[in-house]
């Protein structure tokens, strides 16, 4: 089955109903069975949405908002003939003017969890991290899915505390785990939060590393937001899996070769099985 992950930079791009255009014409296109999106975002001032089609709700759920992009997303794929459950949590106000959040997008039913793994407790902070946890289905398999948008490497705090809390979080877990986003920690032998996915007690592995083939590598090329320095390609936007999965393609898309660039972060899609 094919998944995907994205961090959208959603409303923050040039032409953004354009590039939600070409992300569901890519949907539509390879017919991904699962989905996680990142900086989902819908302006904090803009009206509720009315009506909100298969979407699953937290048990904190703040309102859907009728620009939420996640929201626009499904209703178009819906008016195309796709249909798609789905789930959203808000992480933190963004630019001063959004709700930022997670999202997840599945052919089937999913049963969403928001978790708190951050130190950081209040929305206004803008390094307030939220897992969006969600039982769903994935061809035969039940899994434990997840849209995961996580800090910077700190010692103290940052993406150590949170992955402690992310463990814990999922360590009565009993279906596949499929953790997909973005961990803003690259993927550099030796790196440490790096390393501490992949020797995590939750026994991940890394679809690129798996992968029967692949198909580029890196998710960033440039500096920016939150990287602002880098000059470099780096890969900080993953799919790990519980490793009685099995990953037999892992390829980059929307990084203007085979698909537009439509956000700052290329997506990473991979086969499942």
């Known amino acids: 089955m094919k998944v995907l992950t994205l961090n ?6 040039n032409q953004p109903l354009e590039k939600l255009q070409q992300l569901a014409d890519q949907i539509i296109k390879e017919d991904y069975a699962l989905i996680a999106l990142q900086e989902v975002n819908q302006r904090i001032d803009s009206l509720p949405a009315i009506t909100t ?29 796709y249909d798609y459950h789905w789930s959203w949590a808000y992480n933190h106000i963004g630019y001063s003017i959004y709700h930022e959040g997670v ?13 708190v793994v951050s130190a ?21 398999k039940t899994i434990t899915a997840l849209s995961c948008h996580y800090s910077w490497w700190s ?14 979080a999922l360590q009565e877990h009993i279906s596949p785990l499929l ?26 592995q890394d679809s690129f590393l798996t992968a029967d083939k692949k198909i580029g ?3 960033i090329e440039k500096a920016i937001d939150g990287w602002g320095e880098n000059q ?10 519980s490793k009685e999965l099995s990953v037999s393609s892992y390829q980059i898309v929307f990084d203007g070769k085979s698909t537009p660039v439509i956000s700052d972060h290329f997506g990473v899609s991979a086969i499942i099985q």
Not at 232 to 241: A, M, Q, V
Request: cysteine-free; overall charge negative.
């Open 53 to 81: 089609h298969n979407f699953h709700p937290t048990e904190d759920q703040l309102p859907i908002h009728e620009d939420n992009f996640a929201y626009l997303l499904v209703q178009h794929l819906k008016e195309q003939g």
């Open 217 to 219: 590598e890196h998710t």
């Open 8 to 13: 959208t930079h959603s409303w923050l791009e």
């Open 103 to 115: 999202a997840l997008l599945s052919k089937q039913p999913i049963q969403p969890r928001a978790v």
């Open 120 to 140: 950081e407790k209040d929305p206004r902070d803008y390094r307030r991290r939220v897992l969006l946890i969600g039982q769903t289905t994935l061809g035969d």
């Open 155 to 168: 010692e103290t705090g940052g993406f150590s505390y949170e992955w402690q809390q992310t463990e814990i």
């Open 232 to 241: 470099e390609k780096l890969r900080i936007d993953y799919i790990f899996t």
């Open 179 to 204: 953790m997909m986003g973005d961990f803003n920690n690259p993927a550099i032998k030796n790196q440490t939060g790096y390393a501490l996915v992949l020797d995590s007690s939750l026994h991940l």
